[in-house]
């Protein structure tokens, strides 16, 4: 499988923009780049996924990198309940298990 | 939107009992759920697949006698621990992709977890 990369950790202070970044050298032409979120003592959430083009809905921004060796989940204004984990995984089809890896911990500041 | 419901969300219960963990999709059919365990500040761990109407395929590491995996219709499966012990504590989270979305990278759809504590 495709390893992703992210930092452990970001800050962000609320109503601000947030840019969370996410490398996967290794991605192969078909793998799709999903992004989930975990709350704290919740189950994940989906935010986004996208193959190549960039991508928005009602949560978030996905933007894929031309080479699509990097893609960054985009929040536009961050609030306190953003606060959480966010995972980057990428997976070749629906039937592909979904690998977590550490995630980035965002933390949000009032 | 599709909604993965689990039950219970937390349970206590004393070493040695067998605790099962059920997992239902509402508004789908899923033929195939996964069940993942994460400990305190560590990331979800991927336990096993669970196909209804086949046996479950376990990551390695995982003991199959220890977390049975039943998935007796397109819209249940469920996870027993038995003789569960305090090292069985731990966070059960399960998925489940929507049936309807073929070989479509569609995303998976997560309960929000059982928190299981052996004394």
């Known amino acids: 499988d495709a390893k992703t990369t992210q930092p452990n950790s970001m800050e962000s202070n609320e109503e601000e923009p947030v840019h969370l970044p996410c490398n996967h050298s290794?991605?192969?032409?078909?793998?799709?780049i999903h992004w989930y979120r975990q709350l704290p003592s919740q189950g994940p959430e989906y935010v986004i996924h996208?193959?190549?083009s960039n991508v928005n809905n009602r949560m978030a921004s996905l933007a894929i990198a031309e080479d699509r060796k990097s893609s960054t989940l985009i929040l536009h204004r961050a609030t306190l309940r953003d606060a959480a984990v966010y995972y980057c995984?990428?997976?070749?089809?629906?039937?592909?298990?979904?690998?977590f890896g550490p995630g980035t911990s965002l933390s949000v500041i009032p | 939107g599709a909604v993965v419901s689990q039950h219970p969300s937390r349970v206590i219960c004393k070493s040695g009992t067998s605790v099962k963990i059920e997992c239902r999709s509402l508004?789908?059919?899923?033929?195939?759920m996964f069940w993942y365990r994460q400990f305190p500040k560590q990331s979800l761990m991927l336990m096993a697949t669970?196909?209804?109407?086949?046996?479950?395929?376990?990551e390695q590491g995982v003991e199959k006698d220890k977390f049975l995996i039943n998935h007796a219709s397109l819209t249940l499966s469920t996870l027993t621990v038995t003789s569960a012990h305090p090292e069985d504590s731990s966070f059960y989270i399960c998925?489940?992709?929507?049936?309807?979305?073929?070989?479509?990278?569609?995303?998976?759809?997560f309960g929000d977890g059982t928190r299981l504590s052996i004394l």
């Open positions: 998925s489940a992709r929507d049936d309807r979305g073929g070989w479509d990278n569609q995303p998976q759809h």
């Open positions: 290794t991605i192969s032409g078909t793998d799709y």
């Open positions: 996208g193959l190549t």
């Open positions: 995984i990428l997976t070749e089809t629906s039937y592909d298990k979904v690998i």
């Open positions: 508004d789908f059919q899923a033929t195939t």
């Open positions: 669970s196909n209804e109407g086949s046996k479950a395929t376990y």
